[in-house]
């Protein structure tokens, strides 16, 4: 079964810093990886994905994410944040399962970023 | 639209009222979820279509939970008999193929509160 844990429900930055949002999933088998972003009284959007080949993956306003399977990790960095980057961000692992790929959301880090 | 359109934005109903959601997906989207999102967590499924057939509603809570999809473009999520816990925001979502892991291209959600 899949699972999706986030660390840290909040994580501050200042502007210009390092984003650092951790994401770490359990998957029986080779998962696709998602992030999403989430601004106030909107839906998701779609930063990134994984599905196979190049474990780094580059995503929409600088974002990026690193595939590690045996960390089973895939965590969302930024080199330098920016003010319009505060927002939720939800990381999702879609597996097949008896031919349903049904994704499980992570419950989301709220990016607060400082001038 | 260019893109997924839920309505009404906001519902507040009394306990016990039945309330009907709309979705209208991307125009050709073969898939279409639903998704519950509590305050404060990440979505969580509800139920899934391929144009017009319902093929995973085991994500729907109760049995006061309704989706249907009969023409296999707009999707209407009802809810009978209200219950406080209710309370939430419903996201759309849609793909354009049967779905086996893509992204999916969220609405702006429903809020729902009922009283």
């Known amino acids: 079964a899949q699972s999706v844990t986030q660390l840290g429900s909040h994580v501050s930055v200042s502007e210009g810093a390092l984003v650092l949002l951790r994401c770490n999933y359990s998957?029986?088998?080779?998962?696709?990886l998602f992030w999403y972003v989430q601004y106030p009284n909107q839906g998701l959007q779609l930063l990134l994905k994984?599905?196979?080949?190049?474990?780094l993956v580059k995503g929409i306003n600088g974002f990026e994410a690193e595939f590690k399977k045996s960390e089973t990790s895939f965590h969302l960095t930024k080199p330098s944040a920016h003010m319009s980057d505060a927002a939720e961000y939800f990381c999702a692992v879609s597996e097949e399962s008896g031919g349903s790929y049904i994704p499980t959301f992570g419950r989301g880090t709220s990016l607060i970023v400082h001038p | 639209g260019a893109g997924v359109s839920q309505s009404p934005r906001y519902k507040v109903a009394k306990r016990g009222q039945d309330v009907a959601l709309r979705c209208d997906p991307i125009?050709?989207?073969?898939?279409l979820f639903w998704y519950q999102q509590a305050l404060g967590q990440g979505p969580e499924f509800l139920t899934y279509f391929q144009n017009e057939a319902q093929l995973d509603k085991s994500g729907l809570p109760s049995d006061r939970f309704f989706a249907e999809r009969p023409e296999g473009s707009v999707s209407t999520l009802k809810i009978q008999r209200t219950q406080q816990e209710d309370s939430a925001v419903y996201l759309c979502?849609?793909?354009?193929?049967?779905?086996?892991?893509?992204?999916?291209?969220f609405g702006d959600g429903t809020r729902l509160s009922i009283l």
């Open positions: 979502a849609s793909s354009p193929v049967p779905y086996s892991g893509q992204p999916q291209h």
């Open positions: 994984y599905t196979t080949g190049a474990t």
């Open positions: 125009s050709g989207h073969v898939s």
């Open positions: 998957s029986s088998v080779p998962p696709y």
